[in-house]
């Protein structure tokens, strides 16, 4: 191989910048080494595989292939930066499921100096490779300079999986994640959660109820220990603080995973679209006889449809109010308000209305307008810099707005006179500088916040009336088991429906809660 030292130490620049960056950064723990093997095994493949091609196109895939190497670096250490944690399977899962207008504020949320300098850094080391053209070449018959790119590609490869540093590996983790995101949504469609109705097997529901309206709101990443009606130092919720003693206030209630659609799979659905029984709280609802309303301040991902717009459009009505194309614009939740009222002189006798507002989702500051600027300066935050305070006072004025929010639609509903409840519960909780020096959530770097949630239900006299709840407001609950919580709440029964899955039921027993795909949220963070 015809080489010099110029062609090793442009080769392995971006590898040995992503080392240093994460383990000065820190610390030199086994996963950084690892993404270092496992980068170094992927250059090793890659060079290997341009040998095997005659030398002109040989060249070809090496300008190619030192690219896409170093922007994966590149990738790879932005992530490693931002979450302390490698990227993975289920971030690129995310990454698909994202809208225009939640990528732009995921930018703007932690786009930074640092992160700036390493993107030209990288961009400049492209640039050197193309202005210096180290490129590797093997010479001697076509069959003995095969052999030797073969065995390293086969050597590579082995170690790969054996050591289990795959898992480190963009481009495999991009295919696994694509391919998985693909076969998801033909699952999806194979359970037709967008059609109104589906046969629920053994389907029961008190007709005796002549007239009744009840509304589920669906918080975004909201944690409760931001809250103060759950002992948060700060007032951000003075609304529901002051009628506290109307609400049942669940104290020990998390999510199931750290991001949106991990989440609300499983809460909208009976199985997580698991089997092949499985129905949305939607069509639970139509089935019931209820008129459905989806009522939303979240933008779709666009063309394509989301699990949470397929599982919406099964409603009577489905409305949404943020549709910026370029996701500059995000409407602050109030809008949904006067959906709200036309939902509430709807005619119909029974109404099941879902509201969807964007809720404590990053960017925080545009969560809320001016007015609630309430918290600035020194904040809570256990972290003493000043994106600390920026982003604890943000996050905590944007709950300080959610907490409007509600007292808006529960003002709405207390005068009305047939059975009524308002129940409130977050898709997942946020880590905003508590438990470690970051903002945001993620299943790969977990923290108590990401997954503790509120989970709270209002009842006027005469749904009290329909239905007896007083049970423990302690009880250790996940919402991976909604639906069945859901269904002893609205008197609905069905074959598969298990009481001791339900919060408000007598029967209730403790589940073990698993978080991410295997966490026990009870003995991980046990101590």
Partial sequence: MKVNLKHYIIWLTPLIVSLLIQGFSFGWNRVVLGNALENFCALLILVSISLLFKPWLGRIFQYVFFVFWSLSCLIETIYYFIFKANL?????????????????????????????????????????????????????????????????????????????????????????????????????????????????????????????????????????????????????????????????????????????????????????????????????MNQAGFKTFWLSNQRPIGEYESLVTKIASASDTYQIKNTALDGSITPYDEVLIPLLEEALEDEAPLKFIVLHPLGTHMKYSDRYPDSFNKFKGQSFSNFNHSRAHELSNAYDNSIVYHDYFLKKVHQKLISLEEPSYLLYLSDHGEEVFTEIDFAGHIDDNPTKSMYEIPFFLWMNPEFEKVKSIGFNLSRPYTIKHFMHSFSDLNGIRFKTFNPEKSIFSKDYKTPKRIIGDKLDFDTYFKN
Avoid: C, H
Wanted: charged residues 20%; proline residues 4%; without cysteine.
């Fill in 88 to 284: 993975s399977a289920s971030s690129i899962y995310v990454l698909l499921e994202t809208n225009l207008a939640e990528s732009n504020e995921f930018i703007e949320f932690y786009l930074n100096p640092a992160i700036l300098i390493m993107i030209i850094g990288y961009l400049f080391f492209i640039v050197l490779f193309f202005l210096w053209r180290p490129i590797l070449v093997v010479y001697g018959s076509t069959f003995k300079r095969r052999i030797p790119p073969v065995l390293i590609i086969i050597f590579s490869v082995f170690f790969l999986f054996q050591t289990g540093f795959i898992q480190y590996n963009f481009a495999y983790l991009t295919l696994k994640s694509i391919t998985e995101y693909i076969e998801e949504y033909k699952k999806i469609e194979s359970f037709n959660i967008d059609r109104p109705k589906v046969d629920i097997e053994g389907f029961r529901f008190n007709d005796s109820i002549k007239r009744a309206t009840y509304v589920f709101i669906l918080g975004e990443s909201t944690t409760r220990n931001r809250l103060s009606i759950y002992g948060y130092s700060r007032n951000t919720t003075p609304y529901l603080q002051s009628i506290k003693s109307d609400l049942l206030i669940y104290d020990n209630v998390i999510s199931p995973n750290a991001f949106t659609i991990g989440s609300l799979e499983k809460v909208l659905t009976l199985n997580g679209l698991s089997s092949e029984n499985d129905f949305s709280i939607i069509q639970l």
